[in-house]
């Protein structure tokens, strides 16, 4: 296992500069066509979106796993370990396999004779994997956009695309349209296309994309109620050959009612048959999402979210304020890689007590300097620096009263450092 995340590491320029210079699926496919392209070792699911990807691959990987079928999931980023991008019916693979598939590859590398990035190396040993294990389904989530992710070399049964925003754009830009159709680009010939976004000069370049069908939410499904519940949400969902009433989901924020019927509606399409009640039961209750609102106290509340651009951040912070209202005070935890000013105006940040900022984890973690000067001039009025977010999150705690709120979010980095902190001392 060590070897493996030192070769990976060696090959972190992206995670280490955020840039990628020639984007393209030439190396992916040299290294699978090396391994026998095993992208092609099962059916795909196939999933990019703005926001909203990991929540809809888990649905659709739990249903399908209460369907009976071996899953094979491939995510990304991770949260606290490298493991967690690739699973088997929710089950990370494990160090040994993990350096195994790894090693694979690297030894491929001279053989190829190119160099693959830290996600061109995590796709291709997912892919190893997968047929290694002889996984029934694979459910794989886009890296960034899509047209020309390393993940784009698979030829999807369903494609599913959530919904569209801003993001990425040093690479797709500068309008929506531009963002669409790069994501536009996982739709192939004679697959299925199930589409979140609703707005109709968007969805004109999807239904163009040469899908076999397009299935569209607001006319072919939808969630038709969406309500409040203990612990989560309680879903009326419609897709287009079946209503499916009271479904409960695991998850906190509306917008979650929508990824679910996203979900539901790719596994119809998958199957090319509604799935059953009791399926869809068991695998939407059983959908966990560690660092997406996760609650991870009461007295304070402690919650952490990987919010990681604006509209993540804006949706985040109106699950915050309109789903939970402590009686006490409102406390922000932030750390991020991007413009520090946009996400801080996306969380309302100057509508919290007390902001403590920090540097995300990670090499291109925004200095906490820079978060300080952005917080001050939203207007925050209490802030504090602290250098790691480990530091933030115990200085949080203790200024916290049982009746207070604390909020960590920013980053997955930041949510994934913040995890562990917060287990220990929340409650």
């Known amino acids: ?137 694979m459910v794989i989530e886009v890296g960034i956009l899509g047209r020309w992710d390393a993940t784009n070399i698979v030829n999807p049964t369903v494609a599913v695309v959530t919904n569209i925003g801003m993001d990425h754009n040093d690479f797709a830009g500068p309008t929506l349209v531009d963002v669409a159709t790069e994501k536009a680009g996982i739709i192939k010939p004679g697959c299925a296309a199930v589409i979140g976004e609703t707005r109709p000069e968007l969805l004109k370049i999807f239904q163009t994309a040469g899908a076999a069908s397009v299935i569209v939410r607001g006319g072919d499904f939808e969630v038709e109620s969406n309500a409040l519940a203990l612990g989560g949400r309680v879903l009326d969902i419609r897709t287009p050959t079946t209503i499916y009433p009271d479904v409960f989901i695991p998850l906190h924020g509306a917008y979650q009612g929508v990824n679910a019927a996203v979900a539901l509606t790719a596994v119809e399409m998958f199957f090319a048959a509604p799935p059953s009640e009791e399926i869809v039961t068991e695998g939407m209750s059983g959908v966990a999402m560690p660092g997406r609102f996760e609650v991870l106290g009461r007295q304070p509340l402690t919650i952490i979210d990987g919010a990681h651009n604006p509209t993540g951040a804006d949706t985040c912070a109106q699950v915050f304020f309109d789903d939970f209202q402590p009686d006490g005070r409102r406390l922000l935890v932030f750390g991020t890689l991007r413009d520090p000013g946009e996400m801080l105006a996306a969380l309302r940040a100057d509508e919290f007590d007390m902001v403590f900022a920090c540097t995300a984890p990670s090499p291109r973690g925004v200095n906490v300097r820079e978060v300080l000067d952005a917080a001050k001039d939203l207007g925050c009025d209490n802030i504090a620096p602290f250098d790691t977010v480990e530091d933030a999150c115990v200085r949080a705690l203790e200024y916290a009263d049982g009746d207070d709120a604390v909020l960590v979010t920013g980053s997955l980095y930041t949510a994934g450092a913040a995890r562990a902190v917060l287990q220990r001392y929340a409650n």
Not at 21 to 28: A, G, K, L, N
């Open 1 to 137: 296992m060590t070897e493996a995340q030192r070769y990976l590491d060696e090959h972190a320029s992206y995670q280490l500069t955020g840039r990628i210079d020639s984007p393209s699926t030439q190396v992916i496919e040299g290294f699978c066509a090396a391994m026998g392209d095993p992208q092609h070792c099962a059916p795909v699911i196939h999933v990019t979106g703005t926001n909203g990807k990991g929540s809809t691959v888990q649905m659709i990987s739990r249903m399908l796993e209460a369907a009976g079928l071996t899953v094979g999931t491939y995510t990304s980023p991770h949260l606290e370990r490298v493991n967690e991008r690739i699973r088997r019916n929710g089950e990370p693979i494990s160090d040994e396999e993990f350096a195994d598939v790894v090693g694979a590859v690297a030894e491929l590398e001279p053989v190829v004779g190119l160099f693959p990035s830290y996600f061109e190396v995590m796709t291709a040993a997912a892919f190893r994997w997968f047929a290694d294990i002889a996984v029934d389904v």
